[in-house]
């Protein structure tokens, strides 16, 4: 093995060595002097901690708002539906023979939807009221037999009386004591029969009767008619078209008047109250008033909110069935701050509320709840009668931290 490439590579790895892990001492060296005996640059000192009361007051906003006693309305989103809505449909089979009407049009209770063709129906009727006359006749048949029956045993049983007492005296044979009685039997066997008769032919009359009902029950369902003045929201049936049991006549819907439909919360269902005015805002810009007439007992089991209905009159039918609607329900005043809506913010834990400026001059975070929403403003609850609220520089500052307040006009 040559010794000199060997030697020339630990030299190149002593080079590299001193060139990365030994520079300064390596540049000291190169320079003629001791990396030790070079002075070291001074290490920074840590800045010393300004105390709390020498910092600067941030500059905030403030509006002096006194709370002022509103009208609290409890407010939903909801949406029009129909007083009424209905699928009229055939209760029996049969080809319609009426002219279908369109919809759109305007029906009133009792007019005629769907006319179905009667077939065979009027010749049922009438042999089921021949039926019921011919058990009719038989009645008086049945009676007077009845009757008869009962003259015979009421001789018969005269005979056996009179043949008894003659038995006793000895004037007559036992055999004809026997035969008297035997008479009677035969006589209260007889009645029995008659009686069953009798009733087989009242039996027979409300058999006739009920059939006589189910054939006239059968032409009336031929006629389908409208159940209450409303709209078609579809075509009646087609001429022609064969209807069976459960198959659609027309689809009728009333809108006077009409319902808004809306859905409370918890929170918030102590505040409504039925026969309560409220206000509707259409998604057409148009605003609705009625009152309250209905409020749900029983929450929604998904949502946990309770169903609540408005009245309100439409008569000429503007309102349609199924538009969006903002509700605004009247409920009990309630003291409120009105306060711009930049002025609202939230704590670290999430809290929804505004940043108040107390005495010395020290921020205080108050939780709200919004009352109302306005164009030029928020209506906030949860304040105390008179409160200073920071309205610009409220994101800048935390609860404990003094402040420079500027202060607004008082809000009137």
């Not at 058999?207 to 078609?232: H, K, S, Y």
């Not at 027309?250 to 809306?262: N, R, S």
């Amino acid at each position: 093995m040559r010794p000199i490439p060997f030697l020339t590579a630990l030299l190149v790895a002593a080079l590299l060595f001193l060139a990365v892990f030994k520079r300064d001492d390596l540049l000291a060296f190169a320079q003629g002097t001791a990396a030790t005996e070079a002075p070291s640059p001074a290490a920074p000192q840590p800045a010393e901690p300004i105390p709390a009361e020498t910092r600067p007051a941030i500059r905030v906003v403030v509006l002096r708002s006194i709370a002022r006693t509103i009208d609290s309305a409890v407010v939903l989103r909801g949406e029009t539906r129909a007083a009424r809505q209905v699928e009229v449909k055939a209760e029996t089979t049969g080809a319609v023979i009426s002219e279908p009407r369109r919809k759109g049009n305007f029906v009133a209770a009792g007019d005629l939807l769907c006319k179905l063709d009667p077939g065979t129906r009027a010749a049922n009727l009438a042999e089921a009221r021949a039926a019921l006359t011919e058990a009719r006749a038989h009645v008086p048949e049945a009676e007077a037999k009845l009757a008869e029956a009962q003259a015979v045993l009421a001789e018969a049983q005269i005979n056996h009386t009179a043949a008894k007492q003659l038995s006793e005296g000895g004037y007559t044979a036992q055999t004809t004591l026997l035969a008297r009685a035997a008479a009677v039997r035969a006589a209260e066997a007889a009645i029995a029969s008659a009686e069953a008769g009798l009733e087989a032919s009242q039996a027979g009359i409300e058999a006739a009767q009920a059939a006589v009902a189910a054939a006239e029950r059968e032409i009336a369902l031929l006629t389908i008619t409208a159940p209450f003045d409303g709209l078609l929201e579809s075509d009646a049936a087609e001429l022609g078209s064969l209807m069976q049991a459960g198959s659609l006549c027309a689809e009728v819907i009333q809108l006077d008047p009409i319902k808004v439909v809306g859905y409370v919360p918890e929170t918030e269902v102590t505040r409504v109250a039925l026969g309560a005015q409220a206000q509707a805002d259409l998604a057409t810009g148009e605003t609705v008033t009625g009152q309250v007439t209905f409020l749900s007992r029983s929450a929604d089991p998904t949502t946990r909110t309770f169903e609540v209905e408005i009245t309100v009159p439409n008569p000429d039918l503007a309102i349609r069935d199924g538009q969006t609607a903002s509700i605004a329900i009247a409920a009990q005043g309630a003291l409120a701050h009105k306060l711009p809506q930049s002025a609202l913010t939230l704590n670290n834990e999430g809290q929804l509320g505004v940043r108040v400026v107390e005495p010395g001059d020290i921020v205080g975070f108050r939780p709200v709840r919004v009352l109302r929403d306005e164009a030029d403003g928020l209506w906030v609850g949860g304040l105390p009668d008179a409160a200073d609220v920071i309205v610009v520089g409220q994101d800048f500052v935390t609860a404990g931290v003094t402040v420079l307040p500027t202060y607004r006009e008082i809000t009137r």
